[in-house]
């Protein structure tokens, strides 16, 4: 069994949480929280375990950031999440030089979040154009809880 | 006596607007004489922001987008929307509705690789078989309209089933063009498999290695032609298609010519699929009985996956149990398919390198979102 062995070789790294998920409710065969800076290491155990980087995307919470890795396999199907709480303002590394596929990916988290990634080869935006100075999906906390204030008042 | 010139590279910059490049795609060539040093794609003059769409709007009010992602296979992307909500809402789709989905998708899907043989031969230099492509093609669009009221951009998978029903007029017509399209075959191979310009320029070309397919994270016709027999159909199966015999079409060297043969082959699966899901067809209700006027799925998340023409499209849904999405990523084929663009295109004249590109089938508003 892939997840398994995936759990097995994942177990040296001492990791929050590796679980495994519940594929019919979610879709995810095993579920992994990290560090960001313990991605590079993750990263190589997955490509070890002859896993693709299906996708990587963020999520912006009030208090943090949450990096969201997907990885999938070609001839098994054992779907692996793995996600890296990252603080505001700080970087996360880039796994960019495991898998290149994560260079575009690491590029788009930058351009439409602004989080930057460590030793990423190339990160210049992708999708807005290079002069855009603005990351489009940050959430507007303050502006919200703003309006919802004046809305009380009124 | 002439000194040797000094030696440089130079830029060459094609698209935004370029007809190899379907669509708005700029590629940066940095050449040394004749051969591509480095290419350098340059992507989202179609950027339209899904994604932040998604989180200003409801679950429904955002389906009308997933027909404009890839606007040339619209039905997989409506499947893989509903299919990620249904997941997150625990609702079940009627068997028919599941079939009548299938039916769709596949017609949806040859029509998609029809276009990308006529069009991609088009850039080749052949401009033949793009009329004959077109005219296949021609069928499928009438057929879906009959059903889904529009020609392009499709919006007619609703969460919990389909809103409707096929009648015997669209299953005639479904039946007569697998029969026409069968015919067709022939043609093709006689006016393109078997043309000796289209082999030479096609054979040994852009070769990609099962490892770099990994590593890029590459799905579809692309990995495929490279050996990989990753179908999500096949490999998650979702929806009806368990219940169907079908085969995966794989390749060998990974060069174009592998590509082709591959989307060739898969159009005939798709005709036996749809010819065993009409067969097989069974009664019953096309939608769920207990559809939730107003969606508003508790905290969680979802990821759900299909295949579409040009790979795989996983739906990404985090719930915060707000009637929006908190987040909806979509992973699409294209952005990591053209994402080792610059590395098959190094060494390679320009003449290969539309050859290569057009290969990938990018499908430009697909990767800009």
Redesign the interface.
């Known amino acids: 069994m892939l997840s398994e062995n995936i759990k097995k070789a994942l177990g040296p790294l001492g990791l929050e949480k590796v679980a495994p998920g519940d594929y019919a ?4 065969h095993l579920e992994v929280a990290a560090a960001p800076n313990q991605m590079p290491a993750v990263a190589q155990v997955m ?1 070890d375990q ?1 896993c ?4 990587l ?1 963020a ?2 919470f009030r208090e943090h950031f949450t990096l ?1 890795y ?1 990885f999938a396999h ?2 098994e ?1 054992c ?1 692996t ?1 793995v996600k890296a709480v990252l603080p505001l303002g700080q970087q996360a590394p880039t796994i960019s030089h495991i ?3 994560a ?2 990916y690491e590029r ?1 988290v930058y351009d ?1 979040f602004g989080i930057r990634f460590t030793g990423h080869p190339d990160l210049r ?5 290079f002069e855009a100075d603005f990351h ?2 940050l959430k507007q906390f303050e502006e919200e809880a703003e309006k919802s204030e004046t809305k009380a008042d009124a | 006596m002439l000194e040797p010139l000094e030696e440089k590279t130079y830029i060459l910059n094609l698209g935004p607007q370029h007809p190899s490049t379907h669509g708005v795609l700029r590629v940066v060539l940095e050449m040394e004489g004749e051969f591509i040093v480095k290419a350098d794609p340059d ?2 003059y179609g ?1 339209r ?1 899904h ?2 769409m998604a ?1 200003n709007r409801n679950y429904l009010q955002f389906l009308p987008n997933m027909g404009r992602v890839d606007y040339l296979h619209a039905l997989a992307f409506n499947h893989g929307y509903c299919m990620a909500v249904e ?1 997150l809402i625990g609702l079940e789709v009627p068997e028919r509705a599941e079939f009548i989905r299938v039916i769709t998708a596949e017609l949806n899907r040859i029509a998609s690789h029809l276009l990308w043989v006529g069009a991609y031969l088009l850039d080749l230099g052949a401009f033949t078989p793009f009329l004959y492509c077109f005219d296949d093609r021609e069928n499928i669009l009438d057929l879906l309209d009959r059903i889904t009221g529009s020609r392009l951009t499709y919006c007619f998978y609703r969460f919990g089933g389909v809103p409707q029903d096929i009648d015997q007029e669209f299953i005639d017509g479904c039946r007569a063009f697998a029969k026409r399209l069968r015919r067709r075959w022939k043609d093709y191979d006689n006016l393109v498999t078997k043309n000796i310009i289209f082999i030479e320029r096609t054979k040994g070309i852009g070769v990609i290695t099962k490892e770099q ?5 590459l799905t579809g016709p692309m ?1 495929r032609g490279s050996g ?3 179908d999500i159909r096949k ?2 199966p979702y929806s009806a298609y368990p219940l169907f015999d079908f085969e995966i079409p794989i390749g060998e060297n990974g060069d174009i010519m592998d590509r082709y043969l591959v989307r060739m082959r898969e159009m005939e699966q798709s005709l036996r699929i749809i010819e065993q899901a009409l067969d097989k067809l069974p009664n019953g209700p096309i939608m769920a009985e207990k559809v939730p006027k107003r969606i508003k799925p508790a905290a ?6 299909v295949e579409t023409a040009r790979g ?1 499209f ?1 739906c ?1 849904i ?1 719930s915060q149990g707000d009637v929006k999405p ?2 909806i ?1 979509l ?1 699409v084929p294209s ?2 398919n053209l ?2 663009l610059p ?1 098959i295109s190094r060494d390679t004249l320009v003449a290969d390198f539309v050859a290569i590109l057009g290969s990938i089938d990018v499908v430009v508003p697909e990767i ?2």
């Open positions: 409710k979610t879709g995810y490509r002859g693709f980087l299906e996708s995307t999520l912006h969201v997907h070609y001839e199907l779907r999440v898998y290149p596929g260079n575009w788009e439409l935006r992708i999708l807005l154009p489009p999906l | 992507i989202g950027h922001g994604e932040h989180e997941k397919c990994r590593l890029y994270g990995a990989i027999p990753y490999s998650e969680g998340e979802v990821y759900a996956a795989e996983g990404y985090v908190y987040r990523k992973r952005f990591a994402s080792i590395e800009d979102r």
